[in-house]
Every structure is written in structure tokens, then in C-alpha cells.
């Protein structure tokens, strides 16, 4: 594996991967790797001859106040488990590369924005989406490698390629669980023993949110507060429960369709979130 974190080297290496023809797989991180993000790079491997990973903690996508600073790193680690799971070139630049100068245009997100964590983290989505602006077009990818965990940030992602006419595949990937079914997370080395423990609580509501769900309720408003009952249980502090249509992020009166039930909790140093997508239609023909 190549690690590198000079941009014009990155230019020069994915457009020769592109000249010999070879397809690029792109998974973008922030970093502190765990199995979710190694499954991606596992797919992405699978389906593409190049496996293009970032690590680059975005500060554009934190906002005052937020985590930016305390955000779990650890570059030596990752880059070993990254090679491990069949990354070819490990892209890690500054922040003051990817931010050069004043910046004179920024990607502005205007819609799948105002519900869930969009409503809570102002200009988290325009961070994020301008930051993978630069990187699809520096790295011009055939697919992109985005984990159903950050539900909200694929259907983000998914409204940036169509519009802007870019020439890549979204692939979304299921979210990858610990044993006791909470999300793995970067941040969830951010929770305390007591914490940690209470944490899948916030799985098992969202499973029981879906099982009543499949048991026929199709009031959205009974689901979250079946939902918001079970995790007020733990001292986490419900910062949303919310159900939508997935992709869309749009509000559903009487449940059917795609849907998305979504949850996000602040504990004491970290902020979970999780969610469960549902196909009502799909559930019904079987
Ligand atoms: P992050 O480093 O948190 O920005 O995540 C980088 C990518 O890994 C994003 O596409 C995430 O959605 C994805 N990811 C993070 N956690 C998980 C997980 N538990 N399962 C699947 N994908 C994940």
C-alpha cells in the first residue's frame, strides 16, 4: 500500500490507474478505523482494481463546539489495517493543503438537510459535501463506498452525484454492528464502561420500533414513541427520533414505501447515532 499526503502525487497516481484502464474504488474516513470502514474497503476491493482510501478529519464538516478537536486519531494503526483489509493507496493530507488559501466557492446542500442531524449540526451536510467534491475530483472514482450507519449522509451524497452529473456509483453499505448489536463508531471509545453498557438500548428500540412496524402500525407517531420510551431508559439524552422516506428524508404520514427510522443520542463525550431503513412494500409482498 502507497501512503501518501501530497496532492499533486495523488493527481499523478489515479490518473495513471485511469489511463491504464484500471477502475477506482474510493472509501472516504475520518479516521480511528473499525470494522465498519474495513468493510468497505473490503467491498471496495472486491468490485474495483484500485482501492483508494482518505483519512482526513474534515474540519469544515465540525461546528463550534463540536468534536473536531477530540476526535479519536491514531494515523499508524489505521494505515496497517487499512493495507490489511486491501487498501492500495492510503491518501492522508492536512488540512491546510485541502483548504489552501481563501476558499472561493463552497458546496451548499439544499435539501435531505433540514431533519435529523442536518437540523442539530448546521453546515455539517455543506461540509461534507464539499469535501467530497474535492475529493471525487481529485481522485475521479468509478464507485464511492458510503456505510448505511450515516444514513442520512448517503442520501446527501446520493442528491451531490446526481446533481452535479458526476460520473460515479454510490454504493451504500449495511452498518456493521459489535455483538450486542450497537454501531460501531469511532466515538463509542468516547463512552464510559457504564455507557457502553446501556448503549445497544438504542439498537434494540429501533428493532422494536421496526417490529411493531412489521406487526402493522403505519402511525409514524406511535413507532417514535415506542422508540423514545425504551431509550429514555438509558442517561443518554434523545437529542432526535425522527421517521421519514428514505432516500427522500421527506415527512410520511401513514407509513409505506422506503422508510427510515433514525435516532441520535448525546451521551456525556459522544454522540451516537443509528438508524434502521425498511422497505414497507417489500415487507408486505412477503
Ligand atoms: P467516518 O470515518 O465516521 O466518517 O466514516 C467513514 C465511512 O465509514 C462512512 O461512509 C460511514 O458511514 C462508514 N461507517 C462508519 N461506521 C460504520 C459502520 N458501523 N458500519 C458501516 N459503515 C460505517
Not at 474504488?25 to 467491498?43: A, D, R
Not at 422494536?208 to 402493522?216: F, P, Q, S, V
Not at 434523545?238 to 404520514?253: F, G, K, N, Q, W
Request: glycine content about 6%; hydrophobic content about 40%; aromatic content about 8%.
Amino acid at each position: 500500500m502507497k501512503q501518501i499526503t501530497d496532492i499533486l502525487q495523488l493527481k499523478e497516481l489515479t490518473s495513471q490507474y485511469r489511463s491504464e484502464g484500471r477502475s477506482i474504488g474510493f472509501v472516504p474516513t475520518m479516521g480511528f478505523l473499525h470494522e465498519g470502514h474495513l468493510t468497505l474497503v473490503e467491498k471496495a476491493r472486491q468490485e474495483n482494481d484500485i482501492v483508494v482510501m482518505s483519512i482526513f478529519v474534515n474540519p469544515a464538516q465540525f461546528g463550534p463546539g463540536e468534536d473536531y478537536e477530540a476526535y479519536p486519531r491514531d494515523l499508524n494503526r489505521d494505515a496497517k489495517l487499512a493495507e490489511q483489509a486491501g487498501a492500495d493507496l492510503l491518501f492522508t493530507p492536512s488540512a491546510t493543503d485541502m483548504y489552501k488559501g481563501a476558499q472561493n466557492v463552497a458546496v451548499h446542500v439544499k435539501r435531505r438537510t433540514d431533519v435529523l442531524c442536518g437540523r442539530s449540526r448546521t453546515g455539517h451536510f455543506d461540509g461534507v459535501a464539499t469535501v467530497l467534491t474535492k475529493f471525487f475530483n481529485l481522485i475521479k472514482p468509478n464507485r464511492a463506498y458510503f456505510g448505511l450507519k450515516d444514513a442520512q449522509q448517503a442520501a446527501v451524497v446520493d442528491g451531490l452525484i446526481e446533481d452535479f452529473f458526476m460520473d460515479i456509483e454510490l454504493v451504500a453499505v449495511d452498518t456493521v454492528r459489535e455483538e450486542d448489536g450497537l454501531a460501531k463508531s469511532s466515538r463509542n471509545v468516547n463512552l464510559s464502561a457504564a455507557e457502553r453498557k446501556e448503549a445497544p438500548m438504542i439498537y434494540k428500540a429501533l428493532q422494536k420500533g421496526a417490529e411493531l412496524i412489521r406487526d402493522g402500525e403505519r402511525n409514524p407517531e406511535e413507532v417514535v414513541k415506542a422508540v423514545t420510551g425504551i431509550i429514555e431508559n438509558t442517561s443518554g439524552v434523545i437529542d432526535y427520533v425522527e421517521l421519514y422516506a428514505y432516500p427522500e428524508l421527506t415527512p410520511i404520514e401513514t407509513l409505506n414505501g422506503k422508510i427510515i427510522l433514525a435516532c441520535a443520542v448525546q451521551f456525556s463525550k459522544a454522540r451516537l447515532i443509528d438508524n434502521i431503513i425498511i422497505d414497507i412494500d417489500e415487507w408486505e409482498r412477503s
